[in-house]
């Protein structure tokens, strides 16, 4: 038992509580690094020290600082707080219970079932050489959709910001 | 398997799963929604990863290399979407969207 992949699940978690839990967006983004920043660390625990230091350069780096971009330009006018009782009466309770039975049917899913044994992994697993392998001898397709994927987003936003003066 | 077996990572994928779960249903900000929602992609991730590790195989690092990739251009658009209905409306409230009714 590592000492350090607790601590960072420990954290992870309290982050994931922290984005849900917060009144104001900003401690919202804040919860959310955090929690991106402990799963990265699982993900290097787990052998993949590429695709985790990928994480906090992309995700974590990028798509979190595009989230406060959008938070500093919404608040420029007020608040972006929500009502504080929503319009659907019992929508918060209702919520809570539906998460908390997804997670108890999922948790005892996850105890119940019998997983195969480890197997071993070879050389340079989870590095750049191995997943650059992948990707492009046996996931060229994915790559290119992927691409193809980020085109259209990158457009899309293009058009749907762009004022018609 | 380095930390804990690999029941333990997928009690932590569960548990954010669902945390991302809840905050979708219980919050009514699209900002808050959306972080919700990029919690429920690391948790598919960290499985993807922890499985990976398990079979030896690389296969799960290209899909949460996908993750990545589909996690930013949706959470590109859906800001801009964000940006789009402030602009129009002033709501911070999913609710007040309600002019399309049926």
């Known amino acids: 038992m590592s000492a350090v992949v607790i601590i960072a699940a420990v954290l992870a978690v309290a982050g994931g509580v922290g984005v849900i839990a917060s009144r104001i967006p900003v401690r919202s983004v804040l919860a959310l690094i955090l929690t991106l920043v402990s799963l990265a660390a699982m993900f290097i625990a787990v052998g993949a020290e590429f695709i985790g230091l990928v994480q906090i350069i992309v995700y974590a780096g990028a798509v979190m600082v595009l989230f406060v971009f959008v938070i500093s330009l919404l608040s420029a006018r007020n608040e972006p707080l929500e009502r504080p009782v929503s319009l659907l009466p019992g929508q918060e309770k209702s919520g809570a219970v539906a998460a908390g039975i997804l997670a108890v049917g999922l948790v005892i899913a996850a105890l119940r079932h019998v997983y195969p044994g480890v197997l071993p992994v070879h050389v340079g697993y989870g590095g750049v050489r191995a997943f650059g392998a992948a990707l492009f001898y046996e996931y060229v397709f994915a790559l290119q959709l992927a691409a193809l994927l980020l085109m259209v987003a990158v457009v899309g936003v293009v058009i749907l910001i762009a004022r018609r003066d | ?102």
């Open chain 2, 1 to 102: 398997m380095p930390g804990f077996g690999i029941e333990g990572y997928v009690i932590v994928s569960a548990v954010l799963f669902t945390l991302g779960v809840a905050g979708v249903l219980v919050r009514r900000s699209p900002l808050v929604m959306l972080m919700s929602i990029e919690l429920m992609w690391g948790a598919a991730a960290l499985l993807f990863l922890a499985f990976a590790r398990q079979f030896g195989l690389m296969d799960g690092h290209v899909f949460s290399f996908m993750i990545i990739v589909v996690g930013a251009a949706e959470a590109a658009i859906g800001l801009g979407l964000i940006v789009l209905l402030f602009r129009a409306k002033e709501v911070v409230d999913v609710d007040e969207v309600r002019e399309l009714r049926g």
